[in-house]
């Protein structure tokens, strides 16, 4: 019988076991008060039921989230791609997030806003930023240094507004389509 290499098996090892890690970090961060931005969990749910890595948190946790990233960044523990959705509040906080990435050289692949409260300035870390808007609250707009793709979508039509913009079934196709989209890109 003819002898393995321990170099092959070595290499072998590794391959499965980085086959096997999670491929992706999709966070969904929540609204003021937290009770608001149900569709927030329901979407993060719906991924979760197909094996993707999604969690959904208050607003206020953008930063421990961003800096738990930019630790595991430097020991290279950290999935790709990074995705990012937040609703109101939560999408005020989307800007922070991706900026505070950015400056530590870690790129947010796809950050989807619904309805930011007010204007939200993204200057770097962001790839790919979507903000479905209902309202003529805030908008997403580029800063110095943003070199990704910034749209601004009027979801108004669909019958969406501040308080449903989330759980609005073809907002959240649409949303989803893009998390699908940059998941099946990456892979």
Do not use: C
Request: proline letters at 3%; zero cysteines.
């Amino acid at each position: 019988m003819k002898k393995i290499p321990p170099l092959f098996l070595i290499l072998f090892s590794v391959f499965l076991g980085v086959a096997q890690s999670p491929a992706e970090e999709v966070y969904f961060l929540r609204g003021g008060f937290n009770v608001f931005s149900l569709g927030m969990n329901d979407m993060a749910e719906e991924l979760r039921a197909k094996g993707i890595r999604a969690s959904a948190h208050p607003s206020g946790a953008w930063k421990r989230i961003a800096d738990d990233i930019i630790r595991r960044s430097r020991e290279d523990e950290v999935s790709r791609p990074i995705i990012f959705l937040g609703h109101s509040l939560g999408a005020n906080v989307a800007s922070k997030f991706a900026n505070r990435l950015g400056e530590h050289g870690i790129a947010v692949d796809l950050v989807i806003g619904f309805d930011a409260t007010n204007r939200r300035v993204f200057t770097k870390g962001a790839r790919k930023v979507i903000h479905y808007q209902s309202s003529n609250m805030g908008a997403y707009v580029k800063g110095p240094g943003f070199r990704g793709s910034l749209v601004e979508v009027d979801v108004s039509k669909y019958g969406a507004n501040h308080i449903t913009i989330e759980k609005n079934q073809e907002v959240r196709e649409l949303a989803m389509k893009a998390v699908h989209t940059t998941l099946r890109r990456r892979r």
